[in-house]
């Protein structure tokens, strides 16, 4: 949405710009929801959205008062769906849902995906299917614009019929039961909604489904896995760059002539970033150590970089077509007509992480890799990268931490979306398991963070040894970062602080990657 505000000057009317994100109207994006967790892109519920959420509110008060059995209006839950509930009991049976379900277990989750979860829950609650009352939706926006975040356990979500466990401790607070994190304290809800002059509310008919059936927690780690990893794909292309450089590689694999007779679309970005990101390197030039080709940890990089980001790219498509989407269950289509299908089934993004799972245990694969062939001793470079050999173990032990975590990566790889428990006593008898899967997603690119970091000091290092030669801008800015924070090793030291202290520049996205 545009605003414009006009204010008068001596000499001219001025036209202020604010853009504003509309629930249930507009299109959601990954950074248009990181944005509105960070504050930086206001969210509203216009009249439009208003108008979408109470018709679709009163067509679920007919419902709740018919004779006719709807499910989850006026009948139980699961295994208990052919039992009717009478008008009187509505309320209590919605708020037994939120109690019963939240069962979670574990350490919380970090707070902003408890505030892409309510924002996403918000956008589709917004689009009007699913019959729950404007005032609670305006209490959860109250929530995210007040940095209220709810305490939810990572545990206990199968991923079919939705996120159960973890929606229902996330909107437990609505009620004045559960835990809201308030800054970096755990508080009781009903003391923070008394805090907030804030009455608990009472859940209606249909109103305990619509919050606690969805895909919000699957899809809150997809959103932070993605901008997470669109960084590392670029950082790991430029890890790679620097120990070509170190290396003294060879660049005629990323001709643009050899990715145009296989035009996969991340081989060709991969390719195309390699020859940004050598351009003007006077090393690449240097003729000192001839070869005919390079181990595939080099020459391969547009290859096996690239197939990790097909694989982004499909995870994105999906991602932000579940923003966007309504999840919960029953669906209300007509005053009549309530239909309990299986949108709150997690397997579409539950398979698509499990990709991009080993799409990112790939790049700290073949990162790995690359660390090693610096230490071989090869084409001017020292053993080790060390000139003190044998007094000095030099870079040997830190490709050990290489290997330990693109293992842990691999152990992490095995798929929970090929895996299925039945659950509510066989009516939910295949699950998604895709909350397990996006939980893997964000620890392997935890660990990729590690990994890639490693290499930028094992490049830094080998390039140190190519020197008179210049390198490309970008690659010299990033390798003045590296040197910022780590000196050359000259004689062994403990290199700890050295690797977290890259690690973290890292996690905060310090190097220029474009």
């Not at 001017?380 to 040997?396: A, I, K, Q, V, W």
Request: proline share 4%; net charge negative.
């Amino acid at each position: 949405m545009i605003l414009l505000s006009i204010k008068n000057t001596s000499n001219f009317v001025k036209i202020e710009v604010k853009n504003m994100f509309k629930y249930g109207i507009d299109h959601l994006t990954v950074d248009k929801v990181i944005a509105i967790a960070n504050g930086k892109l206001e969210a509203v519920i216009t009249e439009a959205a208003k108008e979408k959420v109470n018709v679709c509110r009163d067509k679920v008060e007919t419902m709740a008062n018919s004779d006719a059995a709807v499910y989850g209006i006026n009948t139980g839950f699961g295994p208990l769906c052919d039992v009717q509930i009478t008008p009187e009991e509505t309320s209590k049976l919605q708020e037994n849902l939120l109690i019963t379900h939240a069962v979670g277990v574990g350490n919380p989750i970090d707070k902003t995906l408890s505030k892409i979860m309510m924002i996403c829950k918000v956008h589709a609650l917004c689009q009007g299917f699913s019959g729950v009352r404007l005032e609670m939706i305006e209490r959860i926006v109250y929530f995210i614009e007040n940095n209220i975040l709810p305490v939810v356990p990572e545990q206990g979500s199968v991923g079919a019929s939705g996120d159960l466990a973890p929606l229902s401790h996330l909107f437990l607070p609505l009620l004045g039961e559960g835990e809201f994190w308030v800054k970096d304290e755990i508080l009781l809800a009903k003391e923070v909604l008394a805090n907030h002059g804030l009455e608990p509310l009472t859940l209606m008919a249909k109103e305990g489904l619509g919050l606690i059936n969805g895909t919000q927690f699957i899809l809150s780690h997809a959103i932070v896995g993605l901008k997470k990893m669109e960084y590392l794909l670029d950082l790991a292309d430029v890890a790679g760059a620097m120990t070509l450089e170190g290396y003294s590689g060879n660049v005629s694999p990323f001709k643009e002539e050899l990715h145009k007779i296989r035009p996969f679309k991340g081989n060709l970005k991969v390719a195309e970033r390699m020859r940004m990101l050598l351009e003007g390197s006077q090393n690449v030039e240097d003729t000192s150590f001839p070869r005919v080709q390079d181990p595939y940890s080099i020459r391969c990089m547009p290859q096996v970089h690239g197939a990790s980001r097909n694989a982004f790219h499909h995870l994105n498509e999906l991602a932000e077509i579940e923003m966007n989407s309504v999840t919960d269950n029953p669906i209300v289509l007509s005053a009549t007509e309530a239909i309990s299908g299986g949108n709150f089934h997690g397997q579409p993004l539950a398979m698509t992480l499990d990709y991009a799972s080993i799409a990112a245990a790939e790049l700290g694969n073949i990162s790995d890799r690359r660390c090693y062939l610096l230490l071989e001793g090869k084409y001017g470079l020292p053993r080790l990268l060390t000139t003190g050999g044998g007094l000095n173990s030099g870079f040997m032990i830190p490709q050990y931490t290489t290997a330990a975590l693109v293992t842990e990566n691999k152990s992490l790889c095995f798929p929970p979306s090929a895996d299925s428990v039945p659950t509510s006593l066989g009516q939910e008898d295949h699950v998604s398991m895709g909350s397990i899967s996006g939980r893997k997603f964000n620890q392997i690119l935890g660990n990729l963070d590690k990994v890639l970091a490693i290499e930028l000091m094992y490049a830094a290092q080998a390039m140190d040894f190519r020197r008179p030669n210049t390198f490309s801008e970008i690659i010299e800015d990033n390798f003045t970062l590296i040197r910022s924070q780590v000196a050359k090793l000259e004689d062994d030291r403990v290199l700890k602080d050295d690797i977290n202290a890259l690690v973290t520049m890292v996690k905060n996205q310090e190097f220029t990657v474009a």
